[in-house]
């Protein structure tokens, strides 16, 4: 499975356009996609961009849900909710739409964070607030997340 990497500053312009750095943009031709799907991150006030392949096996795993089933269909609905899917242009910006903009509470300057095989739009601000955790939570964390596995699939 390919994975982005890296941590970028960037800027976003009043239309709502994201010039993104060309070490991704290099990194997005190994996912052979030219199209992306941002969406509204589950857990943090961030938005997540996944190449189009991604998003088609996400979306084929969502599909297998029993939509009688209500907390299922619900789930879907609150999941996809302001999906949008974004190319980018010639000078290597990423739309964001308004909705997805005002979610994230993105302001002129933003991070953009790997996250596996997406990506993470965050502003500024709240990124530093999250990442600004004690050695010991995240020592805690990491024990309480990765601790368990066997040794053959711990990091």
């Not at 982005?4 to 031709?29: H, N, W």
């Not at 991604?54 to 089933?69: A, D, I, P, S, Y």
């Not at 999906?83 to 910006?93: C, F, I, P, Q």
Request: hydrophobic share 40%; net charge negative.
């Amino acid at each position: 499975m390919k994975s982005f990497i890296g941590t970028y500053e960037c800027r976003v312009d009043d239309k709502g356009r994201l010039k993104l750095p060309s070490a991704l943009i290099k990194q997005m031709g190994d996912f052979d996609d030219c199209s992306f799907v941002v969406k509204r991150a589950v857990f943090q006030p961030c938005l997540e961009v996944y190449p189009m392949n991604g998003w088609e096996m996400l979306m084929e795993k969502l599909n297998k849900l029993n939509r009688f089933v209500k907390k299922n269909a619900d789930f879907i609905r609150m999941f996809t909710a302001g999906v949008k899917v974004s190319e980018l242009d010639n000078a290597g910006r990423l739309q964001i739409s308004k909705d997805l903009m005002n979610f994230a509470s993105l302001q002129k300057e933003v991070v953009i964070t790997s996250a596996g095989e997406l990506f993470e739009i965050w502003d500024k601000e709240a990124y530093e607030q999250v990442i600004s955790t004690s050695e010991e939570n995240f020592a805690q964390l990491a024990e309480q997340v990765m601790g368990s596995l066997p040794p053959d699939e711990a990091v």
